[in-house]
């Protein structure tokens, strides 16, 4: 630095002096951040488009600028603090608040239609649910458990953890019994008399059975004589008889039978009874 000083009467004199001049920044920036943010979920996390945030600097024509947001939102508020740094390593911060909702309901199939007949259990399924940004939403139906005859309507429910829900009905159709052919007669034996000689022999038999049911109309007794011998041997089953009491007699008989019972109504005939020999 030069120094010059002169007098009134023109006289002057000069220094030169040598100063050390420090310039500093301890300035921080200035950092306004974006708007707060409001979205709908997309997902279990959802992306979000945060904006640009308002930077300046009295020294440096550029700060560093920063944030600590995720890739990616959950539900609900986060705090995004953004971060200014000039050249110097001045800093200022300021915050954002990104809110992610999810006003949008689950998705839920209720399971297929039944049908059963009235004292059948009822099993309902299993329905098919899904939502956007909840991986289990709680799922319920109205079923009482006890179904009468005819048609009964449940609904079933999703519900995700924001409160939305969504339903979607089925249909229980309990129908009356249908009647079948009886039950089948059982224990059947043969008692037989023997009368007479050689080719003059005849037999005399007496067929008792239980019955098993209390809805047929009759019983048929089926017959089947045996001819020929070893491989040839053959036996033709034929309806001989109804009755409506579980006994039958037959009387001379020459040669080798079979006998065997069945039930039957309107539905038709039961399975046969076992087999008797004689």
């Known amino acids: 630095v030069s120094l010059t000083v002169t007098d009134s009467d023109g006289d002057s004199d000069s220094n030169t002096q040598s100063v050390t001049v420090t310039v500093s920044d301890d300035r921080p920036p200035s950092i306004t951040a974006p708007a707060d943010v409001g979205a709908e979920a997309t997902g279990v996390t959802t ?11 009295d020294i440096d024509p550029s700060p560093s600028v920063g944030n600590d947001a995720p890739a990616s939102f959950p539900l609900g508020v986060t705090v995004v603090t953004w971060m200014a740094t000039d050249a110097t390593g001045n800093s200022a911060n300021d915050t954002q608040t990104v809110t992610v909702s999810d006003t949008t309901a689950p998705s839920i199939t209720a399971p297929a239609n039944v049908t059963v007949e009235q004292g059948d259990p009822v099993n309902l399924g299993t329905p098919s649910v899904s939502d956007l940004a909840d991986p289990a939403p709680s799922v319920s139906n109205d079923a009482s458990g006890s179904y009468p005859l005819g048609t009964t309507t449940v609904i079933w429910t999703a519900t995700d953890a924001s409160g939305n829900s969504a339903s979607d009905a089925q249909a229980v159709t ?90 039957e109504n309107a539905e038709g005939k039961s399975a046969p009874s076992n087999e008797v020999k004689i």
Do not use: I, M
């Not at 023997?194 to 098993?212: A, F, I, M, R, S």
């Open 174 to 263: 309990v129908t009356e019994p249908v009647a079948g052919p009886p039950a089948a007669p059982s224990n059947l034996v043969a008692s037989v008399t023997e009368t007479g000689k050689g080719k003059n022999k005849v037999k005399e038999v007496t067929l008792n059975w239980n019955d098993n049911t209390n809805d047929e109309t009759h019983f048929v007794v089926e017959r089947c004589e045996e001819t020929g011998k070893g491989r040839d041997k053959d036996c033709t089953w034929t309806n001989l008889t109804t009755t409506t009491s579980p006994t039958f007699k037959e009387d001379g008989l020459q040669g080798t039978f079979k006998y065997r019972v069945r039930a």
């Open 47 to 57: 992306p979000v488009s945060l904006g640009t945030p308002t930077v300046s600097d």
